[in-house]
């Protein structure tokens, strides 16, 4: 009943865009915090980005700042992953993940910290 589905993701050349999208269902975003990681082969997984639930506060990774943009959508019980400039190092799995988070406050990158975790959704950035 509870999941988050990621969609988006593709092949794309360095320089291009793509928008992931995480799709809530069997629960509600608005208390939640909501953070993106990304995999790539023989990589350990890294904290991507991060939106905070009441407050709509963001964390960037230093790798992806001023190239990346978080955002929700309550109403479609979404949230999405903007990626512009993106390089081959952006390749990898990419998962969105949430965390229960009642009172307002900064998100954190802590991956034991999220409950729920979706499939994931490659991301290739490739010439």
């Known amino acids: 009943q509870v999941q988050l589905v990621e969609s988006g993701g593709g092949l794309v050349q360095p320089g291009g865009s793509l928008r992931l999208s995480c799709a809530a269902s069997?629960?509600?975003?608005?208390?939640?915090?909501i953070g993106w990681f990304r995999q790539a082969p023989g990589k350990e997984r890294e904290g991507v980005a991060c939106?905070?639930?009441?407050?709509?506060?963001?964390y960037y990774a230093d790798s992806v700042k001023g190239r990346f943009t978080v955002s929700r959508d309550n109403a479609k019980n979404t949230v999405y992953l903007q990626m512009n400039s993106l390089k081959p190092e952006d390749s990898g799995v990419y998962y969105c993940?949430?965390?229960?988070?009642?009172?307002?406050?900064?998100?954190?990158?802590?991956?034991?910290?999220?409950?729920?975790w979706g499939q994931g959704t490659q991301v290739t950035v490739s010439s």
């Open positions: 993940a949430a965390y229960f988070a009642p009172i307002p406050s900064m998100c954190r990158m802590t991956g034991g910290t999220y409950a729920y």
């Open positions: 069997g629960f509600t975003l608005n208390y939640y915090v």
């Open positions: 939106i905070s639930p009441s407050d709509g506060v963001t």
